[in-house]
């Protein structure tokens, strides 16, 4: 019993010391994923900034100029595009970390039957983005 109650405890407090999306003002957004082998290979990555700008975020490529407003780099996301190995089906997620590496989102997986590359990504990207533009994502200021 006072095992349960001392896990519990710390569950709470690990949840109540998290961060949430809304507390960074930007993402920075990759040129090559680890799955590609060339940059912005099939538009990937002005897909992803494209649809994080469609979901409120603002968007800086790594090899940007930044902004002094956004100096603070650990105010800032990095996202990742990742591939889930399946048989026949595309499947891609994006992954949100803080200056740390820490996950603070994962979205669901997007999919896609399609065989073009080029078509198949650019569908499971749009379909991961589905319950990244559901966070409806503000940011608070943090």
Known sequence: MKTRFLFLLALISTYGFSQSINDYKGVI????YD?????????LSTLTKF???KAGFTAFYTNEA???EYDD???LLTVDVKKDNAFLVTKLYL?????KGVVVFQSAIGKSREKDYQVAYSEAL????KSVIALNYKYNGK
Do not use: H, M, T
Not at 29 to 32: G, Q, S
Not at 126 to 129: C, E, L, Q, S, T
């Open 35 to 43: 799955f590609l082998k060339n940059e912005n290979q099939y538009r």
């Open 126 to 129: 749009n379909d991961a983005f």
């Open 95 to 99: 992954v949100f970390k803080d200056c």
């Open 73 to 75: 780099r650990c105010g």
């Open 51 to 53: 649809n994080l700008q």
């Open 66 to 68: 930044i902004p002094s």
């Open 29 to 32: 957004v990759p040129l090559k």
